[in-house]
């Protein structure tokens, strides 16, 4: 059922990406600790996913109170950048990012609504027929 640690160190040369570097600091915080957080902590160029791994808060921050670095940031990280608002005690500030992600979803979701009801009215109206006809 387990994977050894050869194993395991064999998975993570061959797959290393930040999602599975993300897994392990879930599923199998002592591996994490003993062998991905080494190497994070020693890259020269970190993302803001190795800064989350590496609980490197004061860097996270930037993100926070920097708007270009946050409107950088993907729909996970900007998630996992409230969670970290949260449990640091910006409750206000994670609020606010936190409506914003919603505010935004809502509003791909009424385009995307809208597209479909053009789409679907113009299939209705037969209009996509071929004009040869």
């Keep these: 059922d387990r994977m050894s640690e050869e194993e395991k160190n064999q998975m993570l040369s061959r797959y290393t990406s930040h999602e599975l570097h993300f897994f392990i600091y879930k599923k199998d915080h002592d591996y994490f600790n003993k062998v991905v957080k080494p190497y994070l902590e020693n890259k020269l160029?970190?993302?803001?996913m190795d800064y989350y791994l590496l609980s490197s808060v004061?860097?996270?921050?930037?993100?926070?109170?920097?708007p270009h670095?946050?409107?950088s940031?993907?729909?996970l990280e900007k998630t996992?950048?409230?969670e970290v608002l949260v449990k640091t005690g910006r409750q206000e500030l994670a609020q606010v990012l936190a409506k914003r992600m919603r505010d935004?979803?809502?509003?791909?979701?009424?385009?995307?609504?809208a597209r479909n009801n053009i789409f679907d009215t113009?299939?209705?109206k037969g209009l996509l027929k071929e004009q040869d006809e």
């Design 80 to 82: 996992l950048l409230v």
């Design 45 to 48: 160029e970190k993302t803001f």
């Design 69 to 71: 670095k946050y409107e």
């Design 122 to 124: 113009v299939l209705a």
């Design 73 to 75: 940031l993907n729909s």
């Design 58 to 66: 004061k860097e996270l921050m930037a993100y926070a109170d920097a």
């Design 104 to 113: 935004r979803l809502l509003g791909l979701e009424r385009t995307t609504s």
